[in-house]
């Protein structure tokens, strides 16, 4: 079985950065998704990549303040977040999902597995 292990979270005044890893135990050929959940909210997808790392994916909540990136050598994915709101304030897990064919990665939690412990991110106003 594959462990996810979550990184790199902590608390930031709004308009600055963090930048979250998610290292997996073992090289895995899949989907990797970052997600995030507040306190008595459903999950929602923030950003996904594909296995090679060519496809991506970003809910409209942070395209163009986030960027997710993967290096296979390292088997970790990265969350590299910028300009960052109160609203952003969340856990933030990454989990895996097999790849589909054709290679687009869906955000939907459901179809993922594998989930790490979740760091938390704080961004204070």
């Known amino acids: 079985q594959v462990q996810l292990a979550e990184s790199g979270g902590g608390s930031v005044q709004a308009g600055g950065s963090l930048a979250l890893s998610c290292t997996a135990s073992?090289?895995?050929?899949?989907?990797i998704g970052w997600f995030r959940q507040a306190p008595g909210k459903e999950r929602e997808g923030v950003a996904v990549?594909?296995?090679?790392?060519?496809?991506?994916a970003y809910a409209d909540s942070v395209k163009g303040r986030f960027t997710i990136s993967r290096d296979s050598t390292k088997r970790t994915v990265y969350l590299q977040m910028n300009s960052l709101k109160p609203e952003d304030s969340n856990m933030y897990y990454c989990a895996r999902a097999p790849a589909p064919y054709g290679g687009i990665c869906s955000m939907s939690p459901r179809l993922f597995a594998d989930w790490g412990q979740g760091t938390q991110v704080t961004v204070s106003s």
């Open positions: 990549i594909s296995p090679g790392g060519g496809l991506t």
């Open positions: 073992v090289y895995t050929p899949d989907c």
